[in-house]
């Protein structure tokens, strides 16, 4: 009677994932909090076609192939809403009537601040690196979705600074999951690791070695 072959084993897609949404989120968050011109902001949209947008799709199939339902899930949407968010400025966003814009952006990023308090709730069962990125990027999403809503200027630069915490935590948790991937041993602490469920994004097998 014959076999099948294993699957081979493939590496972990976290790290990459977690590059790509914090580069992107540091770019639009500089805009954001009012560091950057604002009339430079299209830079942002090759960075969310490519590098948050597909990169990070891919990186969630390939949580899929891992089954890590977790990881595919949040790389599969945020991946997502970076592709959106690009079609939305290039495309959609002119065309709006410019009184009532703001309240299409603000429905824009409701759901995604909906969705992500909920996956905040299920990024307890991580690990703290990948729950602090989780939080943070609530946070940032409530009050950028009021700062639209309320046209407040003031609000959207204090969601600003906090995307930006959020891109430096999602690089601390990239950087921390694929050096102990190198070194082959937790050399960069990712706090408090879940120890049952699936193997979470930058997980107890992935970041030990």
């Known amino acids: 009677m014959s076999?099948?072959?294993p699957a081979p084993a493939i590496a972990d897609p976290g790290p990459l994932g977690l590059a790509g949404f914090a580069a992107t989120t540091f770019v639009l968050s500089s805009f954001n909090a009012d560091l950057i011109d604002g009339s430079l902001l299209p830079v942002v949209l090759p960075l969310a076609l490519f590098y948050g947008g597909l990169v990070q799709l891919l990186a969630g199939m390939w949580e899929f192939r891992k089954g890590n339902t977790f990881g595919a899930t949040a790389f599969c949407s945020y991946g997502a809403f970076w592709l959106s968010y690009a079609a939305y400025v290039k495309f959609v966003a002119g065309t709006l009537p410019a009184d009532t814009a703001h309240q299409a952006t603000g429905?824009?990023?409701l759901i995604w601040a909906i969705f992500t308090v909920y996956m905040t709730v299920a990024a307890l069962r991580t690990n703290g690196a990948l729950l602090a990125v989780f939080v943070a990027?609530?946070?940032t999403f409530v009050v950028l979705t009021i700062a639209e809503f309320a046209q407040s200027t003031g609000t959207t630069k204090v969601g600003g600074w906090?995307?930006?915490i959020t891109a430096v935590l999602a690089w601390y948790a990239?950087?921390?999951?694929v050096t102990n991937s190198t070194w082959k041993r937790a050399v960069v602490p990712?706090?408090?690791e879940a120890t049952s469920g699936g193997a979470p994004v930058g997980g107890p097998v992935e970041s030990a070695h």
Do not use: D, E, H, N
């Not at 990239?174 to 999951?177: D, E, M, N, Q």
């Open 190 to 192: 990712v706090f408090a």
């Open 174 to 177: 990239s950087f921390a999951v």
């Open 162 to 164: 906090l995307g930006l």
């Open 3 to 5: 076999t099948s072959a």
């Open 137 to 139: 990027l609530a946070a």
């Open 107 to 109: 429905l824009f990023l």
